[in-house]
């Protein structure tokens, strides 16, 4: 099997904990100056601000997180992003 196939089929049959781990954000300037790292997992009541797509610059908390689908939906905003 190709490189590709093997990556996606360990990323499609991952465990719970390890798709946790995938579902992760961009921490801002100073957030990244405080702590040492540039992304940190997302939780339910965080605050985000959409940077891509449709919803560019909507800021608003974290209602849900759904590890099957690879997305979160924001409070205020329709669509899961």
Do not use: W
Request: net charge positive; proline share 2%.
């Amino acid at each position: 099997m190709k490189p590709t196939k093997i990556r996606n089929k360990k990323i499609y049959r991952a465990m719970n904990q390890t798709v946790s781990r995938q579902i992760c954000a961009a921490l801002s300037k100073d957030l990244r100056k405080k702590y040492p790292r540039r992304s940190a997992r997302i939780m339910i009541d965080d605050t985000v601000k959409v940077i891509r797509g449709e919803y560019k610059g909507l800021t608003g908390k974290v209602a849900k997180i759904s590890t099957e689908s690879n997305s979160i939906a924001i409070e205020g905003n329709k669509k899961e992003k």
